[in-house]
């Protein structure tokens, strides 16, 4: 078995490095400064002028469009390479999201008709527009089929009504992957349907920010009798539900990889500190409880990794249900660096609770990520589910 990577991806993965050391590091105060001042505005902790410059330098680096297939003007590099630099590009807590913006990009490709191609996939994979899912509602996060926001019928036209909460993207958003109920009685069974919603359109309200925790930023949408033509209706009517779970694990894959690269990003700033600090005439670095700590922390990274790359070259394999793979590595990579920023701290003790360094910006963040995207539990529930209902054990190596 060859766990190498291929020379090219190594050469990808060294050039990111270098671009997050030197682009990004530098503006982490900035970061830590912002966040802490904005209250319950939604002012965004990177610059809009720092953005700009990041995502210029990164297309010039060619970093646009890694999953994007060729003839849509990607480089149609797939999932491993994909998340290999999304792993470099997080060892910093600069939140820069290469485009296309989010893994809608999926969803698109499954769905889009080709005149959806032109107006939606096409601009969105070239980073020219933005999308935003909008799913969540207030009774309905994990459980998608507590959904209400209603779809029907009048005429040629389709008519919603409701509101989504927690939606990220929608200030920026150029147009929303809106999921409704067009049948309340088959719901998730044949009774969802997406739809692509412009953001000017006559109804479609951004009512409010809702302020969370670390750099978050999400809003609160209502569909107030927006109509709809039967052209924007995205795949089939009624058939939403299927799309929408291979849409989160490319999205749960990715998020897994970001821990793995502030994961890394931490476990050194311990070996860091352990050498430096001196207590009682000795360095951290020969004390038990610190060795052991950083150990457990490399071990945890090293298991990481290995499932996050393992989940993404399966999928560049072509495989289609990835549901146990990235429930898996959502729930490992994300409680791996809660453990790791909690010792991080523990080791720097009063430096580590400082807003001088990113530790605990970190530490709050992965606050967000153990809810986002499906809370470990559900992603426990089911994986045992799966398992039980094909009365086998996992084996990751059988395609």
């Given at each position: 078995?060859?766990?190498?990577?291929?020379?090219?991806?190594?050469?990808?993965?060294?050039?990111?490095?270098?671009?997050?050391?030197?682009?990004?590091?530098?503006?982490?105060?900035?970061?830590?400064?912002?966040?802490?001042?904005?209250?319950?505005?939604?002012?965004?902790?990177?610059?809009?002028?720092?953005?700009?410059?990041?995502?210029?330098?990164?297309?010039?680096?060619?970093?646009?469009?890694?999953?994007?297939?060729?003839?849509?003007?990607?480089?149609?590099?797939?999932?491993?390479?994909?998340?290999?630099?999304?792993?470099?590009?997080?060892?910093?807590?600069?939140?820069?999201?290469?485009?296309?913006?989010?893994?809608?990009?999926n969803y698109l490709l499954s769905c889009c008709n080709e005149q959806q191609y032109e107006k939606y996939l096409v601009p969105y994979a070239q980073g020219e527009k933005i999308s935003a899912l909008a799913?969540?509602?207030?009774?309905?996060?994990?459980?998608?089929?507590?959904?209400?926001?209603?779809?029907?019928?009048?005429?040629?036209?389709?008519?919603?009504?409701?509101?989504?909460?927690?939606?990220?993207?929608?200030?920026?958003?150029?147009?929303?992957?809106?999921?409704?109920?067009?049948?309340?009685?088959?719901?998730?069974?044949?009774?969802?349907?997406?739809?692509?919603?412009?953001?000017?359109?006559?109804?479609?309200?951004?009512?409010?920010?809702?302020?969370?925790?670390?750099?978050?930023?999400?809003?609160?949408?209502?569909?107030?009798?927006?109509?709809?033509?039967?052209?924007?209706?995205?795949?089939?009517?009624?058939?939403?539900?299927?799309?929408?779970?291979?849409?989160?694990?490319?999205?749960?894959?990715?998020?897994?990889?970001?821990?793995?690269?502030?994961?890394?990003?931490?476990?050194?700033?311990?070996?860091?500190?352990?050498?430096?600090?001196?207590?009682?005439?000795?360095?951290?670095?020969?004390?038990?409880?610190?060795?052991?700590?950083?150990?457990?922390?490399?071990?945890?990274?090293?298991?990481?990794?290995?499932?996050?790359?393992?989940?993404?070259?399966?999928?560049?394999?072509?495989?289609?249900?990835?549901?146990?793979?990235?429930?898996?590595?959502?729930?490992?990579?994300?409680?791996?660096?809660?453990?790791?920023?909690?010792?991080?701290?523990?080791?720097?003790?009063?430096?580590?609770?400082?807003?001088?360094?990113?530790?605990?910006?970190?530490?709050?963040?992965?606050?967000?990520?153990?809810?986002?995207?499906?809370?470990?539990?559900?992603?426990?529930?089911?994986?045992?589910?799966?398992?039980?209902?094909?009365?086998?054990?996992?084996?990751?190596?059988?395609?």
């Amino acid at each position: 078995m060859d766990f190498s990577l291929p020379e090219e991806y190594v050469m990808l993965k060294q050039m990111v490095r270098k671009f997050t050391e030197r682009e990004m590091f530098p503006l982490e105060q900035t970061i830590i400064n912002r966040e802490a001042e904005r209250g319950l505005s939604d002012t965004p902790v990177i610059p809009p002028e720092e953005e700009k410059k990041l995502l210029e330098k990164t297309k010039e680096l060619g970093l646009w469009g890694i999953d994007v297939p060729e003839k849509f003007g990607g480089q149609e590099l797939g999932y491993l390479a994909k998340c290999l630099v999304v792993e470099e590009m997080n060892r910093s807590i600069v939140p820069l999201t290469l485009p296309p913006d989010a893994p809608n990009l999926n969803y698109l490709l499954s769905c889009c008709n080709e005149q959806q191609y032109e107006k939606y996939l096409v601009p969105y994979a070239q980073g020219e527009k933005i999308s935003a899912l909008a799913m969540t509602e207030p009774n309905a996060g994990t459980d998608a089929a507590g959904i209400e926001l209603r779809a029907d019928r009048r005429g040629d036209k389709w008519v919603l009504n409701g509101s989504k909460m927690f939606i990220s993207f929608a200030r920026k958003a150029d147009f929303f992957i809106t999921i409704a109920v067009s049948d309340r009685e088959k719901r998730k069974k044949g009774g969802f349907t997406a739809f692509l919603v412009d953001k000017d359109t006559p109804g479609l309200t951004v009512v409010r920010n809702i302020p969370v925790i670390g750099e978050m930023v999400s809003y609160e949408l209502v569909y107030d009798n927006v109509e709809l033509d039967e052209s924007q209706v995205l795949g089939e009517v009624g058939q939403a539900f299927i799309p929408l779970q291979n849409r989160f694990g490319v999205r749960r894959m990715e998020l897994a990889a970001r821990c793995c690269g502030l994961a890394d990003r931490l476990i050194k700033l311990m070996i860091e500190q352990a050498n430096i600090r001196t207590t009682f005439g000795k360095p951290l670095a020969e004390r038990q409880a610190v060795q052991w700590w950083i150990t457990d922390s490399t071990m945890d990274l090293h298991a990481a990794r290995l499932m996050v790359y393992h989940a993404a070259w399966k999928a560049d394999q072509g495989i289609a249900d990835l549901r146990l793979e990235a429930a898996m590595v959502k729930v490992f990579c994300t409680e791996m660096l809660t453990r790791i920023a909690d010792r991080a701290i523990q080791i720097h003790g009063g430096l580590g609770l400082s807003k001088e360094m990113p530790i605990e910006y970190i530490y709050r963040l992965v606050r967000i990520f153990r809810i986002v995207e499906g809370p470990s539990e559900i992603h426990r529930w089911l994986v045992a589910r799966e398992l039980t209902k094909k009365n086998k054990v996992y084996d990751s190596f059988v395609l």
